[in-house]
Structures are given as structure tokens and as C-alpha cells.
């Protein structure tokens, strides 16, 4: 099918300097937790969103200097020496294949270096501790400091060219180094590089000119600029005079090709890569928008654009020339192609979830939500759109749509399956249903829409909602070759934790002043004062206590965790959940956990105990009739109408068990094997529920399925060489 004339716009050439992109998607720089050290990783990666239609697709942060320019345990980029120019000139060479531009993201982060790894000393405008590490301090730079740096970003520009990239940044967002020098509130110098305007903006002018002159005629010239530091006027603001005069001064000296604009407060980018319980798409237009009207250079701006419509209205409104996207890109590789084909209902819309980011933040490998191939392009062999066809495909029950279920399912068919899917209720999508209704997740609904619109299209597929659960006996009589049971999982009803491993005494969510987070989104009645009880530190424990205080109940947090949900801080979202807990008023008990509760007086009262002072596990088996004592200081009681249990979710393994029970019947049955995918087998987060649905398809063939196979291993082996060469 032909694309819609009204996107033509977003397949326009865009001229960069010496250079043109085919279109105006592009794939800016975002980290993928493997950087240089895991080159076929990243070149797969880069290469499917190359094959997927992005004109330029770049790299993550690129680190130019050794002493004190790694983010350990984040791994990025690096161009030190001949051995990362053969490791990204792999991704170079993979992404040229589909007629791409690749770009590489040049670095030095300054006061945020944490010198974790290689214990070197960063320097910054002044001296202070790291942002990013507070027990490291950056050296104060002098001037000999500064060129020696300078020279770190023209040798890496000269390995660019080498390693053939088309496009070179200089980095000046996210409160790096040469942002820093800008910044009123880092720089406080008094020297030619601090004060004026024209002296804060000297290093990054001077690193540009030095750039420029190392990579030649051959590469576009770009940098990366964050228009508002969200610090008031001590920092970079988007309606500042600064941010205008750098934007006019680099166009006119002809340093740069194009600008890459976002925005990002000091030590954190949550208001850059914003979440969607937050920020709607396109988020950052109020401060970007006016840039434009500053400069005749092409302007990229980004937002998690997943719309077409929207990425129209960016271009006609004159708000940017270029769409950039780093998580919708990792959503969907394809999306400008299916733009381009006209097939926009294909499109993987990204959910806003972050996960991505929580990944690699936290020093491992990228994930996505919606892309259960994302880094697995190189290691499995995994293509997002591709599927190897089953040599002797037969017909497979899968019971459970919730999101395991339907990845499942719809990989199954795509390799040639007969797939029945059956849903015991009416609705699919499993506990997903549950978490749009909490406040801000709504676009994860994009998890059920995009399987279902899949499987709508899919000819092997057939969908059973409604059904009920089903019993042993009935999937014994459905005589399958295969079972895929993705039953889900439920939070526990009596308060069995990892803090305790038990049980908490008095807690039954069978009783009125008890509730699962299923039980409240389902109705049942909720008490004036409540308690949530969040053991997981995740999205349900604040997302249950923001639910309860838009309906005007008061809230109160208990959770052992030193604040509420502190898993966000790898999302980025902790900051704005902070502002809301304050906003709605959401009371919270850190360090804190219940050891009992009872009924008395019309309410129950909640024994909470320092975990700390008291220790995780130290309690006494309770007397009959009486609550547990405690041995040392005495815990407190608090008193609440309704306590809500957000502490453990425990597998729904029942049918799985029950079938294994009766394994004795399978073979006269026709059943072949049965195996646990997604929650059933073990509740995780929703991107490796999603992830194990879908490898088990892929895997289908393979002798345990239940049973991750192996995959290639990037290492280095002892003995190879260390420094490598050109030659």
C-alpha cells in the first residue's frame, strides 16, 4: 500500500552540510548499555534501525578521554584509540549498508563524570563534587587543562572520519562539560573562560573550531544543545538571551551543520526522556519551539513522536526541520518504513515506560516493553519484523492473554502456527487492563493494542474470550500438540513478603479492611484513611496511592524503602513523583514495615516497625489473641480504615501444577509438552513477561523452550590482543 500523501513531507531530502539525509527521521543519540566494547551488539542494533528507514541513525554518548570520562556502570561509547575505531566503524559499515548516515555523539562530562572505573580525576569550570558520584571531585581546569581536552575531542574526531561516520557532535546537553562552561550556575570563573557571554561560551566555541578542522570537508558538524537547564536564570534558559546568542554565533561562524535541541535539568533528563505518567508526546515544544526563528540551519527536536499526524504538525509548524527519536526508534526500528508503506496501524508505539532506561542506568543492557528484540538483533538473531518459519509447524494452545499470552501467540502464528488463545475474561490484556487505570498509564495500553490489531490480521490465530478459567480436564480435551499456559500472576492477599517470607499476622484480603491492588481496581470499598503497604518499590505502590488520592481518601505509604517507589529514580520519574506525593498531599513511612494488624474499634490498627532499628525479620510468635511482641523498642500503631497490600505478586501456577500432576495423560492426548510463559512462571516487570512470551516462540523448536538457549557471547578472551590496530 502507498503512503498517505499526507506524510510526504516527513520523506523530503534534508541537506546537513556536506551531507543529506534521505528523509527526516533520525535516530538521535541514546545510550544502549553496550557502548564500543560489544560491537556487533551495537552494530545490529543501529543497522535495524537503518534497515527500519531512519535516515541517520548515531551512537550513545562517545567518551574522547580516558582519565575520567567513563559513567561506569553506565558503558557508552568511546574513541580512544585504533581499537574503538574497528569496533564502531562495524556499526559504521552496517548502517551504510541501507543508505543511512551514522553519527557519533563526542563527549567529556565534566563536574559529572563519577570516575568509577578508572579512577581518574575529570575537570570541570570550578572545582566540586561529581553530580553523578558525590565523593569525587573535579579538578578546577586551567587553561592547560582546557586545551588538553580540546585535543581529546579533534583526535576523536579524526578516529570518527577513520571509523566512517558522517555526522560529528560535539555534546552540549544534559549538563556536560561544555553546557557547564556556559551555565552561569557551574561557571564561576574569572578568567577568559568565566564571566561575559563571550568568554562562558569560549571552550565549546574553540572545541567546535577544533572539531571541525579534524574531521575535514567529509562529515557534518552538529552539537547537541540543552535550551533550558530548569534552574532559573543561573542556568541556561530557553527564553534567555544565551541560548539565542550561541545558536546565532555558531551559524554565522559556520561551526556547526545543524543543532539537536532537548532539555534537561542538572543531574538528571526526566524532563528530556520523560516518562508518559507525566509528559504527552512532543513535551518539549514549548521550549524549543522558538529556536527555529533564530537560525536558517536545520533544527532536529525530539519528544517520543509516535504519531505521524503529530510529526507533520512539527515540520508545517515550523517548530523543527527534523524528527528525532531515540525510544520510539527502539519500539519500533520500522516505524518510518511503515509510515512510508502505509501500514501506520503496524507501528510498535512506544509506551513511555522508560524501562529502556532503568536498564542501562542501572549498568546493564537495554530493554524495551513493546520491542522484545531490542539487543537481541546480533546475540539471537532476533529481527523485529522477520520470523523463521517452523519446519513442521503444528497447532498450539496458548491459555492466557495477558501480555505474555499474546506476544506468544502472535510470534506462534507468525512462524506458522495454528494458535487457539483463550481468555478466561472478556477483555484480554491480563493485569495490563488493571495498570491503565492508574493515573498517567494509560499509553501502556499501547501493549494490548498493538497485539491485538497483530493478531486481528493474523489467518492461524483464533481468539477465545470469556471463557472462564480453564480446568485440567479441559485442556487435556483440547488435545493440543503443545500448551503455552501465561496464567499471569496476583499480588498476594496476606501480606507475604520478601522482607518477612511470611505472612503477616491479622492481614486477609478476604476481609473488608484489606485489598489487593486488583481488589481496588475492581471496586471493592475503600476505607477514608488508608495505608498502602509497598514492599516493591515499583509503579503499583504509588500508583495505588495516586488513584486513592484523586478519589479523596487519605493516603499513607508504608514501605521499607529509604521513599516511595525509589525504582523511578532509574525511570527518571522520581523527582516529579516527589512533587506529586507534596501536591496530593500523600503522607509516606520510610524504613518502616507492619508486623501485625487487628481489627478493634471500628478500624484497624497497623503495627509498624522501624527496619532498621529493629531488623527485617525480628518477630516473636504472637500469643493467641494478642499481637505479636516485638523484642526491643515497641513498634508503633497506626490506624486506617483500609490497608492496601502491595507486597509480593505470587505466580497463578495452579494449572501448570495440576497438569504436571496428570503428565501420565499427556501422550494420549496428543500433547507433546506444556510449558509457563510470562508471570505464571515468575512475576517480573512487563517488559520480561513480554520478552519471555516471545522467546518461547522463537525457541519453540528447540529441546526446553521453558529454558533460555544459548546465545553468542561478547567478550574478550584472554591472551587476544588488548590494543589493538588499524594495521
Not at 592547560?144 to 557532535?169: C, K, N, S
Not at 515468575?682 to 525457541?699: K, M, S, T, V
Request: proline content about 5%.
Amino acid at each position: 500500500m502507498p503512503r498517505d500523501p499526507r506524510y510526504d513531507i516527513l520523506f523530503e531530502p534534508v541537506r546537513i552540510g556536506p551531507k543529506t539525509l534521505k528523509n527526516r527521521f533520525y535516530q538521535v543519540p541514546h545510550c544502549n548499555g553496550v557502548g564500543s566494547n560489544r560491537p556487533g551488539t551495537q552494530a545490529k542494533l543501529r543497522e535495524m534501525k537503518a534497515e527500519g528507514g531512519w535516515a541517520a541513525v548515531c551512537t550513545e554518548a562517545c567518551s574522547v578521554d580516558p582519565g575520567g570520562q567513563e559513567q561506569a556502570p553506565h558503558e557508552v561509547s568511546s574513541l580512544w584509540d585504533e581499537g574503538d575505531v574497528i569496533n564502531l566503524r562495524h556499526m559504521c559499515d552496517s548502517v551504510h549498508r541501507w543508505n543511512a548516515l551514522a553519527g557519533v555523539e563526542l563527549c567529556h562530562l565534566g563536574l559529572s563524570s563519577p570516575n568509577i572505573d578508572c579512577r581518574g580525576v575529570s575537570i570541570a569550570p570550578v572545582g566540586a563534587t561529581s553530580e553523578w558520584s558525590p565523593q569525587t571531585y573535579a579538578h578546577a581546569a586551567d587553561e592547560d587543562d582546557i586545551a588538553r581536552v580540546q585535543g581529546y575531542f579533534a583526535e576523536a574526531a579524526r578516529r570518527a572520519v577513520q571509523a566512517g561516520f558522517d555526522i560529528i557532535y560535539v555534546h552540549a546537553g544534559h549538563a556536560v562539560l561544555t553546557v557547564q562552561f556556559l551555565s552561569r550556575l557551574y561557571n564561576t570563573r574569572t578568567d577568559r573562560y568565566g564571566g561575559p557571554f563571550e568568554n562562558r561560551v569560549r571552550f565549546w566555541r574553540e572545541t567546535l573550531e577544533q572539531v571541525k578542522r579534524a574531521a575535514g570537508d567529509g562529515a557534518a558538524i552538529a552539537t547537541r544543545i540543552s535550551v533550558d537547564q530548569l534552574v532559573g536564570p543561573d542556568g541556561v534558559e530557553t527564553h534567555g538571551e544565551d541560548i539565542f546568542r550561541v545558536v546565532e554565533l555558531f551559524e554565522r561562524e559556520g561551526l556547526v551543520d545543524f543543532f539537536d535541541l532537548n532539555v534537561s535539568n542538572l543531574d538528571e533528563w526526566g524532563e528530556d526522556a520523560g516518562t508518559s505518567r507525566f509528559h504527552r508526546a512532543n513535551h518539549q515544544a514549548p521550549f524549543t519551539r522558538h529556536i527555529k526563528q533564530h537560525t536558517k540551519l536545520p533544527v532536529i527536536n525530539v519528544g517520543r513522536l509516535t504519531s505521524p499526524d503529530d510529526m507533520v504538525q512539527v515540520i508545517i509548524s515550523g517548530q523543527a526541520d527534523i524528527i528525532g527519536a531515540a525510544r520510539p526508534s527502539i519500539a519500533d526500528p520500522f516505524l518510518p518504513r511503515k509510515i512510508e508503506e502505509g501500514r501506520v496501524e503496524d507501528i510498535r508505539e512506544c509506551i513511555g515506560c522508560n524501562v529502556c532506561i532503568l536498564r542501562s542506568d542501572r549498568g546493564g543492557q537495554m530493554v524495551c516493553t513493546q520491542n522484545a528484540t531490542s539487543m537481541e538483533e546480533y546475540r539471537r538473531g532476533w529481527h523485529p519484523e522477520r520470523f523463521d518459519r517452523a519446519p513442521d509447524p503444528g497447532w498450539v494452545l496458548v491459555v492466557g492473554a495477558g501480555p505474555a499470552g499474546l506476544e506468544c501467540a502472535r510470534v506462534l502464528a507468525a512462524r506458522g502456527y495454528d494458535v487457539h488463545l483463550r481468555e478466561a475474561l472478556p477483555e484480554i490484556g491480563g493485569h495490563v487492563r488493571q495498570l491503565v487505570r492508574y493515573p498517567g498509564l494509560a499509553e501502556w495500553g499501547r501493549v494490548i493494542d498493538y497485539r491485538a490489531g497483530q493478531l486481528a490480521k493474523a489467518t492461524t490465530v483464533a481468539v477465545h474470550r470469556g471463557v472462564g478459567a480453564m480446568t485440567v480436564d479441559e485442556v487435556l480435551a483440547y488435545e493440543a500438540e503443545k500448551v503455552v499456559l501465561a496464567t499471569g500472576a496476583r499480588w498476594a492477599g496476606d501480606g507475604f513478603s520478601h522482607i518477612t517470607m511470611r505472612p503477616i499476622p491479622g492481614v486477609d484480603a478476604a476481609s473488608a479492611r484489606v485489598c489487593t491492588p486488583e481488589q481496588v481496581i475492581a471496586g471493592k470499598a475503600i476505607g477514608e484513611r488508608v495505608l498502602v503497604l509497598d514492599a516493591d518499590g515499583y509503579i503499583t505502590g504509588v500508583g495505588m496511592a495516586e488513584h486513592l488520592a484523586d478519589r479523596g481518601h487519605g493516603v499513607t505509604v508504608v514501605t521499607q524503602h529509604a521513599q516511595v517507589a525509589p525504582q523511578l529514580l532509574y525511570t527518571l520519574e522520581l523527582p516529579n513523583v516527589q512533587r506529586m506525593l507534596r501536591e496530593k498531599r500523600i503522607a509516606y513511612r520510610p524504613h518502616a514495615w507492619v508486623e501485625a494488624a487487628e481489627e478493634a474499634g471500628g478500624e484497624l490498627r497497623v503495627r509498624v516497625y522501624d527496619v532498621y532499628r529493629d531488623g527485617f525479620r525480628r518477630t516473636e510468635r504472637p500469643v493467641a489473641g494478642e499481637l505479636p511482641r516485638r523484642r526491643g523498642d515497641a513498634a508503633d500503631v497506626l490506624a486506617c480504615d483500609t490497608l492496601v497490600l502491595v507486597t509480593a505478586r505470587i505466580a497463578n501456577d495452579g494449572l501448570y501444577k495440576a497438569l504436571r500432576a496428570r503428565r501420565a495423560e499427556w501422550a494420549a492426548r496428543g500433547i507433546k509438552a506444556v510449558y509457563q510463559a510470562g508471570d505464571c512462571y515468575a512475576p517480573r516487570q512487563l517488559a520480561e513477561a513480554i520478552f519471555d512470551g516471545h522467546r518461547i516462540a522463537r525457541e519453540f523448536e528447540s529441546p526446553d523452550p521453558q529454558i533460555a538457549a544459548p546465545f553468542i557471547r561478547e567478550r574478550q578472551i584472554w591472551g587476544s590482543p588488548v590494543y589493538p590496530t588499524l594495521g
